[in-house]
């Protein structure tokens, strides 16, 4: 135990002596969650569209005010025929036009309804599709406001659109999750990968082999540094998720805690298995990048939904331990799942992490053999 | 048996490493006596390291028999690692950590006391008049001191034998012959030294020495008894001799 300390001890010297480490650990965390929680977002504020209303009535004026008025939009202008919409969309002025058809108010009253047409730019699929949502919510409020007062019962169609679990469409609720996955990936199995091909590659790993410590002391005394700091990282990108853009963690905090330990050690594992595998820190570097940090960024799920990618890839997403780890995630913090939800994922990180474990094992045991 | 005086502080029976096909090193027989500094030499790829390396456990062998501090490679490594230095060519102490670092580290790691260490600590600091240095990085240090620092720590926690592969790698005459004296001194202490090196003039430092061609014993003996088996004046061309036959 105390040969453990001293050699964790001299983990943390190095750790603290190299501000790119130091950067990498916790510049890192911190810019990221705020680049994605502000600016790299796919909510959407003060999108710019235009009107075309060719019944200029008293319900249609209302209807454009009240989706002007939201702080999804602002009306760009206000066209006169079909023409100077096209110019708009072709200019890029305008992302979404909507067109009130003629006699809006007098169809209301007299069929019960009338039509009104959404056109949006698609070449931004994503973006087209949130600010149709948005038309559509903002139209339906005013069709039940306009129920309300209309005892009569105007209009019976009433279609309600819930955004469940992030009802305000936050960006940020779905960065969270994926960023600590992100992140502790990264510190965890990079860090770590990185850290011992650097003892090999200074030649300092043969002097501990030959040293009585034990090889399972030694990757252990490797590893829990970053055991901590990768735990550490988690707290503060949660704290930061909850004070900063109101993330909330609806379900059990200490099962989350428990949960983002869990995966921190299938990430140690993978870089304990990376570094069993190479000789120098910059084939380490370039395969937690390239193996790790590129599959665990597209096919996690955490930018692309995994529902939309081509089968092929789906099937592949299985095996990127970050999939299992966001939906754990995600269920504990937006749904308040609590664990009989989530341990089917907890399994498969659990296999993860002894074939990783089992695989360095064994590569290290062919070294030396 | 471990007690006792007479015993070698390295016997090698028949020792063989293969890598498929390839003897990386064949049937070597060698003994080396307590006290001892023994020259392991050969061109690059002889096998040099890789008997060093199977006598310090970092290699398994394929076959024969060998005892380190009277213990058996196969059966009893974790004891030889306890009761063995070790240096390798490629500098071996931690440049972000200071001197004082170091020395903890590698006491710590041994299961040294910290009573122990730090009374380590001095004397290595006095010894290599490191006093104003103790508490600066490593990286700072010019690699002699370097070399010697960890030459000293390897012994730190005094070994029955120490394993030198390639010490003096890449480092000039003067601070060779200094690290030289280095190894008189623990080698008058009673330690066996045990050094690899491709350096003729370092072979005739050496006690005795076995030269190493294509995985097998050429010759062993004392620099002397070599020169005068072959009827020449220096290792060097001790060494054309044995190595030319095989080319």
Redesign the interface.
Known sequence: M??L???I??EF??IF??YRTILILFGMPIMQIMLFGFAITNEIKNAKIAVLDHSKDELSRKLVEQISASEYFTLYANLQNVEEMKTAFEEAKIKQAIIIEKGFAENLYKTNQANIQIISDATEPNTANTLSNYTQVVIRNFQQDLNKQQQSGVMQIEAEVQMRYNEKLKGVFLFVPGLITIILMLVSAMMTSISITKEKE???M????????KPFQLILAKVIPYLLLSFLNACIILILGNYVFGVPVKGNLILLLAESMLFIITALSLGIFISTRTDSQQVALMVSLMGLMLPTIMLSGFIFPIENMPLPLQVISNIIPAKWFIIIVKSIMLKGSSFIYVWKETLILLGFTTLFIGLSVKNFKIR?? | MNNSENRPAVKVNKLTRQFGDFYAVKEITFEVNKGEIFGFLGANGAGKSTAMRMLTGLLAPSSGEATVAGYDVYKEAEKIKKNIGYMSQRFSLYEDLTVLENIKFYGGIYGLSNQQIKQKSEELVEKLNLHEVSKSLLSGLPLGWKQKLAFSVALLHDPEIIFLDEPTGGVDPVTRRQFWKLIYEASDSGITVFVTTHYMDEAEYCNRISMMVAGEIAALGSPNELKKQYGVDSMDEVFVKIARPSN
């Open positions: 105390k040969k300390k001293g050699f001890v001299k010297f190095h002596r190299d200074m030649g300092t043969e002097i501990l082999l030959v040293s009585p410590l030396l053999a």
